[in-house]
């Protein structure tokens, strides 16, 4: 909050705002900045999230590319590498697939293949999760596998503030940079401050303070606990809730110490269960606060299955509030 906002007088906007505001206000800053992906230019965006850019700053610097997303990273890689300072749109983390061999045998080896010389500050943008009926192949959570890779840092913003700040810290980072936005996000609204800022990436949030069990909750995620929370203080039971934010690197003194702290953990992402990065923080967990712990961790995740078109079948497929809550009971009563 800045000096001139009181707790009644702040400047509400939404998440696609933030992320618009955010890149109006770096390019302003920093003509080393350009923005390059499919439809990015003078349509602004397939969610209108790069609206305007285009024609505040032209077309030298708000680069509509062919649907080509292997280009669209090297283009990035190379521009990066000579010193300017790329921002590239992937539009839907589900094609990250298709550019993988770049991100991560370029982007990610680039600087220690060539002994830290070389440095690469390249920031790629995209929009996972589900919510929209998008179905199997735009709406999934891809994160474990960029998580896998060294050489890459991955924010996952959960609200429009922390959007502003992680992007900033993304964009002025000299090292490779993933920003995932959540598509069913975009829409809601937050306290956003009007100047840049930057949160610092790797370093987690404790959105809430509990007694009882710690809620480890990724992207969208973090409000779908809160929800649940609200229900389980109802019944005298006290979360904590934990939102890493950047989920490379991992703020794994931050989770630890809540789970010191509670004694029994959740963790809960939108991804399939199955190698999803609630096994990974688990695994930390385990390996330093084992001797904390009154229960085993748990898991909350997405079932084993491509994502269902149908709206019905897609909202029992996303966790919710109910089978947060349920684990939390599941842990409490171990």
């Given amino acids: 909050m800045t000096a001139t906002e009181t707790a009644t007088d702040q400047r509400i906007i939404t998440y696609n705002q933030a992320f618009n505001e955010t890149l109006f206000q770096l390019m302003a800053e920093d003509e080393d900045i350009f923005v390059a992906g499919e439809d990015v230019g003078r349509y602004g965006g397939v969610f209108q999230s790069f609206a305007g850019l285009n024609a505040e700053y032209g077309d030298r610097r708000v680069v509509d590319t062919p649907i080509a997303e292997q280009a669209i990273v090297g283009l990035g890689i190379g521009a990066a590498a000579m010193g300017l300072r790329p921002v590239v749109d992937l539009m839907f983390m589900d094609f990250v697939m298709v550019a993988m061999d770049q991100i991560a045998n370029q ?78 996000m975009l829409g809601t609204s937050g306290h956003v401050p009007e100047e840049l800022y930057e949160i610092p990436l790797g370093k987690a949030s404790v959105v809430q303070e509990g007694d009882d069990v710690t809620i480890v909750a990724i992207g969208r995620m973090v409000s779908v606990a809160q929800a649940a929370a609200k229900t389980l203080a109802e019944e005298g039971i006290s979360v904590e809730i934990v939102d890493p934010r950047c989920l490379l690197p991992f703020d794994t003194d931050t989770v630890v110490e809540s789970a010191k702290k509670t004694n029994r953990v959740v963790i809960v992402h939108e991804a399939v269960r199955n190698g999803g990065i609630g096994g990974e923080i688990a695994a930390q967990i385990q390996e330093f606060a084992f001797d904390y712990l009154d229960a085993p961790v748990a898991r909350v995740g997405a079932p084993f299955s491509p994502v269902p078109f149908s709206p019905a079948l897609e909202s029992e497929y996303v966790p919710n509030p109910g089978s947060i809550a349920d684990a939390v009971r599941g842990v409490l009563n171990r």
């Fill in 107 to 184: 982007a990610a080896k680039m600087k220690y293949m060539f002994g830290g010389k070389a440095e690469l500050p390249l920031t790629i943008t995209t929009t996972g999760g589900a919510g929209l009926g998008a179905a199997a192949q735009h709406s999934q959570s891809l994160e474990a596998w960029l998580i896998h890779v060294p050489g890459l840092k991955l924010v996952f913003p959960s609200s429009p503030h922390d959007l502003k700040g992680l992007l900033t810290s993304c964009v002025r980072d000299n090292n490779p940079t993933i920003v995932t936005l959540h598509k069913a």
